[in-house]
Nanobody, 119 residues
Framework: QVQLVESGGGLVQDGGSLRLSCADS????????MGWYRQAPGKQRELVAS???????NYGNSVKGRFTISRDNAKNTVSLQMNSLKPEDTAVYYC?????????????WGQGTQVTVSS
């Protein structure tokens, strides 16, 4: 079973920075694609960034150049460094683990952490 625990959310001013971390208690971290998603009130959940087991990264268009995702396979953690934050980045951020299976993949989610950017 996989348990994802996020930390690092909070309140920050426009232009500030935050770092989110997610600890994965499962045994398959090294092969998982890890990602961060966010959901703002009244909006659909969207991809923020992802990183494959091989270190290939992918970013949502709205965060490119501002956010950086990284992973530490020795510590089973994935982090999201968020710089130049904007009020529109305000959302609940969710850690995601996508574990490959013989038939596709299985998604696991953290409980979410609130990020609020004040103008």
């Amino acid at each position: 079973q996989v348990q994802l625990v996020e930390s690092g959310g909070g309140l920050v001013q426009d232009g500030g920075s935050l770092r989110l971390s997610c600890a994965d208690s499962g045994s398959f971290f090294r092969i998982n694609t890890m990602g961060w998603y966010r959901q703002a009130p009244g909006k659909q959940r969207e991809l923020v960034a992802s990183i494959t087991s091989g270190g290939v990264t992918n970013y949502g268009n709205s965060v490119k150049g501002r956010f950086t995702i990284s992973r530490d396979n020795a510590k089973n953690t994935v982090s999201l460094q968020m710089n130049s934050l904007k009020p529109e980045d305000t959302a609940v951020y969710y850690c995601n683990a996508k574990r490959p299976t013989n038939w596709g993949s299985v998604d696991y989610w953290g409980q979410g952490t609130q990020v609020t950017v004040s103008s």
